[in-house]
């Protein structure tokens, strides 16, 4: 498959879960993927098992080692074609009145912070590249929030209004959008839920909620990425994509 054949991606939060099978998913397209992590080792080993990639230790939330993740796909591959802002952090589910104030501005930074540093050093660079896209890891829950996820699922909400105003602002030159992806079995929510392993009754909760019967696989989420960065998708823009089973619709 050479979909992407010649297009540079560049994918944070790209050493395990989604990330990793979303950078993995690129480079089996074709592309040339700059794989960004604060995880450095766990960034080098995706990117040593991929084709053309390249692995860069990234703070998504600070400006100079964003803007040194930027510079890093236009020095190894000569520019930037698509932009997918998945690096994310939740927190453990409780009543926000508990949450602890520097792991709300922790996960805000991570989860929406990254997002504006990576479009506002990326874009400008895109607008170089025909064809070329920004895809922005959301969450369901920012349209069907629950008890306990209350901040993270308003940081997620603020990545969709980005998504949507950022779209109305670089049109043409790029398409902006994002995926609102369902429960997944990653580390990213057994963190969440403060469990090294998800129990069978938290298992069962979760999928009574799931028409589809099941959570959502890693690929499901990278599938609908490489589709709205796709020129199948070229006249989608500003829209933020359900993967998550028929949740939203229960």
Not at 59 to 81: C, P, Q, W, Y
Not at 159 to 178: C, F, K, Q, S
Request: glycine share 8%.
């Amino acid at each position: 498959m050479s979909l992407y054949k010649d297009k540079v991606v560049i994918v944070t939060g790209a050493a395990s879960g989604f990330g990793k099978n979303i950078a993995r998913s690129f480079s089996d397209a074709g592309a040339q993927v700059v794989v960004a992590d604060i995880d450095a080792d766990g960034a080098k080993a995706t990117a040593d098992s991929l084709g053309q990639a390249v692995a860069v230790e990234t703070d998504v939330s600070n400006v100079d080692s964003v803007r040194d993740m930027i510079h890093t796909a236009v020095k190894e591959f000569g520019g930037l074609d698509v932009l997918v802002n998945n690096a994310g952090v939740p927190h453990r589910s409780m009543p926000m009145l508990d949450l602890d104030p520097a792991d709300a501005d922790r996960m805000w930074a991570v989860n929406v912070r990254s997002v504006f540093l990576a479009c506002k050093f990326g874009i400008p660079v895109m607008r170089e590249r025909p064809g070329a896209s920004v895809v922005n890891v959301a969450s369901i829950g920012a349209i069907r929030p629950r008890g306990g996820m209350t901040v993270y699922n308003a940081s997620k909400s603020a990545v969709i209004t980005l998504t949507r105003g950022l779209a109305a602002e670089v049109a043409p030159d790029v398409r902006v959008n994002a995926v609102n992806p369902a429960v997944a079995e990653t580390n990213f929510v057994k963190g969440a839920q403060g469990l090294d392993k998800i129990p069978d009754n938290v298992k069962v909760a979760m999928l009574s909620e799931i028409p589809m019967g099941r959570t959502a696989a890693t690929q499901d989420i990278a599938d609908a990425i490489l589709f709205l960065a796709s020129p199948a998708a070229s006249f989608i823009t500003g829209v933020a994509l359900d993967v998550d089973g028929g949740r939203s619709i229960q």
